[in-house]
Protein backbone atom coordinates (compact mmCIF):
# COMPACT_ATOMS: atom_id res chain seq x y z
CA UNK A 1 0.00 0.00 0.00
CA UNK A 2 3.19 2.53 1.09
CA UNK A 3 4.68 1.21 -2.17
CA UNK A 4 1.76 2.33 -4.33
CA UNK A 5 1.31 5.59 -2.67
CA UNK A 6 5.01 6.43 -3.05
CA UNK A 7 4.79 5.77 -7.10
CA UNK A 8 1.77 7.70 -7.86
CA UNK A 9 3.18 10.67 -5.82
CA UNK A 10 6.67 10.41 -7.65
CA UNK A 11 4.68 9.99 -10.86
CA UNK A 12 2.90 13.27 -9.60
CA UNK A 13 6.07 14.41 -9.53
CA UNK A 14 7.47 13.87 -12.25
CA UNK A 15 4.34 14.17 -14.33
CA UNK A 16 4.71 18.48 -13.27
CA UNK A 17 7.72 18.69 -14.79
CA UNK A 18 7.31 16.33 -18.11
CA UNK A 19 4.71 17.36 -19.90
CA UNK A 20 5.24 14.26 -22.53
CA UNK A 21 5.22 12.03 -19.53
CA UNK A 22 1.57 13.73 -18.76
CA UNK A 23 0.10 12.63 -22.25
CA UNK A 24 1.61 9.41 -22.14
CA UNK A 25 0.21 8.79 -18.28
CA UNK A 26 -3.15 9.95 -19.67
CA UNK A 27 -2.82 7.58 -22.53
CA UNK A 28 -1.68 4.63 -21.02
CA UNK A 29 -4.68 5.07 -18.80
CA UNK A 30 -7.62 2.81 -18.75
CA UNK A 31 -10.88 4.34 -20.07
CA UNK A 32 -12.48 3.89 -17.08
CA UNK A 33 -11.91 2.00 -13.60
CA UNK A 34 -15.23 2.23 -11.89
CA UNK A 35 -16.47 -1.55 -11.41
CA UNK A 36 -19.95 -0.51 -13.04
CA UNK A 37 -18.32 0.22 -16.60
CA UNK A 38 -16.25 -2.66 -17.04
CA UNK A 39 -16.78 -3.51 -20.53
CA UNK A 40 -16.45 0.36 -22.03
CA UNK A 41 -14.30 0.67 -24.62
CA UNK A 42 -10.45 0.54 -24.07
CA UNK A 43 -8.47 2.71 -25.77
CA UNK A 44 -6.04 0.40 -28.30
CA UNK A 45 -8.22 -2.56 -27.65
CA UNK A 46 -11.41 -4.27 -28.64
CA UNK A 47 -14.63 -3.85 -27.24
CA UNK A 48 -15.76 -6.19 -24.39
CA UNK A 49 -19.26 -6.71 -22.70
CA UNK A 50 -19.29 -8.18 -19.46
CA UNK A 51 -16.13 -9.59 -17.70
CA UNK A 52 -14.31 -12.79 -18.58
CA UNK A 53 -16.33 -14.99 -16.22
CA UNK A 54 -19.24 -14.25 -17.72
CA UNK A 55 -20.57 -16.84 -20.13
CA UNK A 56 -20.33 -16.69 -23.89
CA UNK A 57 -24.06 -15.80 -25.41
CA UNK A 58 -25.22 -18.20 -28.11
CA UNK A 59 -27.80 -17.27 -30.61
CA UNK A 60 -31.21 -17.69 -30.44
CA UNK A 61 -31.83 -21.71 -32.60
CA UNK A 62 -33.33 -20.59 -35.47
CA UNK A 63 -34.66 -23.40 -38.64
CA UNK A 64 -33.73 -21.00 -40.88
CA UNK A 65 -29.71 -21.28 -39.94
CA UNK A 66 -29.09 -24.81 -39.36
CA UNK A 67 -29.62 -28.37 -40.89
CA UNK A 68 -32.68 -26.98 -42.95
CA UNK A 69 -30.40 -24.03 -44.67
CA UNK A 70 -27.73 -26.91 -45.20
CA UNK A 71 -29.88 -29.03 -46.81
CA UNK A 72 -31.78 -26.48 -49.05
CA UNK A 73 -28.36 -25.36 -50.32
CA UNK A 74 -27.17 -28.81 -50.96
CA UNK A 75 -30.76 -29.46 -52.84
CA UNK A 76 -30.58 -26.38 -55.08
CA UNK A 77 -26.65 -27.21 -55.78
CA UNK A 78 -27.80 -30.48 -57.31
CA UNK A 79 -30.86 -29.16 -59.09
CA UNK A 80 -29.25 -26.64 -60.77
CA UNK A 81 -26.94 -29.42 -62.94
CA UNK A 82 -30.04 -31.21 -63.97
CA UNK A 83 -31.79 -27.93 -65.00
CA UNK A 84 -28.90 -26.27 -66.63
CA UNK A 85 -29.26 -29.49 -69.37
CA UNK A 86 -32.75 -29.30 -69.88
CA UNK A 87 -33.07 -25.47 -70.14
CA UNK A 88 -30.47 -25.71 -72.90
CA UNK A 89 -31.65 -29.10 -74.71
CA UNK A 90 -34.78 -27.51 -75.07
CA UNK A 91 -35.72 -24.28 -77.20
CA UNK A 92 -35.54 -21.27 -74.49
CA UNK A 93 -38.62 -19.71 -76.68
CA UNK A 94 -41.06 -22.75 -75.80
CA UNK A 95 -40.36 -23.33 -72.45
CA UNK A 96 -39.58 -19.98 -70.26
CA UNK A 97 -41.16 -20.93 -67.65
CA UNK A 98 -37.78 -23.33 -67.43
CA UNK A 99 -35.65 -20.19 -68.61
CA UNK A 100 -37.10 -17.86 -65.78
CA UNK A 101 -36.51 -20.81 -63.18
CA UNK A 102 -32.67 -21.46 -64.40
CA UNK A 103 -31.90 -17.79 -64.11
CA UNK A 104 -33.99 -17.25 -60.32
CA UNK A 105 -32.06 -20.75 -59.22
CA UNK A 106 -28.27 -19.15 -60.41
CA UNK A 107 -28.79 -15.96 -58.57
CA UNK A 108 -30.24 -17.15 -55.39
CA UNK A 109 -27.18 -19.81 -55.51
CA UNK A 110 -24.87 -16.97 -55.80
CA UNK A 111 -26.63 -14.97 -53.12
CA UNK A 112 -26.22 -17.69 -50.82
CA UNK A 113 -22.55 -18.36 -51.43
CA UNK A 114 -21.54 -14.97 -51.39
CA UNK A 115 -23.86 -14.71 -48.21
CA UNK A 116 -21.70 -17.27 -46.15
CA UNK A 117 -18.42 -15.30 -47.40
CA UNK A 118 -19.64 -12.17 -45.70
CA UNK A 119 -21.42 -13.72 -42.52
CA UNK A 120 -17.89 -15.92 -42.30
CA UNK A 121 -15.49 -13.13 -42.77
CA UNK A 122 -17.19 -9.73 -42.39
CA UNK A 123 -18.72 -10.62 -38.83
CA UNK A 124 -20.82 -7.41 -37.27
CA UNK A 125 -19.35 -7.94 -33.80
CA UNK A 126 -15.54 -7.70 -35.70
CA UNK A 127 -16.87 -5.19 -38.40
CA UNK A 128 -19.39 -3.10 -37.27
CA UNK A 129 -19.94 -0.57 -40.23
CA UNK A 130 -18.64 -3.37 -43.13
CA UNK A 131 -20.75 -6.39 -41.73
CA UNK A 132 -24.11 -5.24 -42.41
CA UNK A 133 -22.88 -2.77 -44.93
CA UNK A 134 -21.79 -5.92 -47.08
CA UNK A 135 -24.80 -8.16 -46.54
CA UNK A 136 -27.18 -4.92 -47.61
CA UNK A 137 -25.04 -4.33 -50.23
CA UNK A 138 -25.18 -7.91 -51.20
CA UNK A 139 -28.99 -8.03 -50.68
CA UNK A 140 -29.56 -5.27 -52.96
CA UNK A 141 -27.48 -6.51 -55.67
CA UNK A 142 -29.33 -10.06 -55.67
CA UNK A 143 -32.67 -8.01 -55.67
CA UNK A 144 -31.52 -5.68 -58.55
CA UNK A 145 -29.94 -9.14 -60.51
CA UNK A 146 -33.47 -10.98 -60.02
CA UNK A 147 -35.30 -7.59 -61.69
CA UNK A 148 -32.75 -7.33 -64.28
CA UNK A 149 -33.23 -11.62 -65.07
CA UNK A 150 -37.39 -11.13 -64.47
CA UNK A 151 -36.92 -8.15 -67.30
CA UNK A 152 -34.53 -9.84 -69.85
CA UNK A 153 -36.43 -13.10 -69.87
CA UNK A 154 -39.59 -11.45 -70.44
CA UNK A 155 -38.40 -8.04 -72.44
CA UNK A 156 -36.20 -9.65 -74.55
CA UNK A 157 -34.29 -12.87 -75.97
CA UNK A 158 -34.12 -14.53 -72.54
CA UNK A 159 -30.80 -16.18 -70.31
CA UNK A 160 -30.26 -19.45 -72.56
CA UNK A 161 -30.92 -17.81 -75.41
CA UNK A 162 -28.14 -14.97 -75.15
CA UNK A 163 -25.77 -17.93 -73.62
CA UNK A 164 -26.43 -20.69 -76.99
CA UNK A 165 -25.73 -16.99 -79.41
CA UNK A 166 -22.63 -16.01 -77.27
CA UNK A 167 -21.43 -19.60 -77.37
CA UNK A 168 -22.03 -20.24 -81.53
CA UNK A 169 -20.42 -16.67 -81.96
Not at 6 to 19: Q, V
Request: net charge positive; no cysteine; charged share 15%.
Amino acid sequence: MASSSLASSSKRAFARRSPAFTKFLLASRPASTKPDDVGLYVPGGPVYKGTVNDPTTFPTPSRTHGSHHWSFERLLSAALIPLTGAAFATSPSVHPVLDGILGMSLVVHSHMGFDSMVVDYLHPRKFPVLGPTATWTLRSATVTALIGIYQFNTNDIGLTELISKVWSA
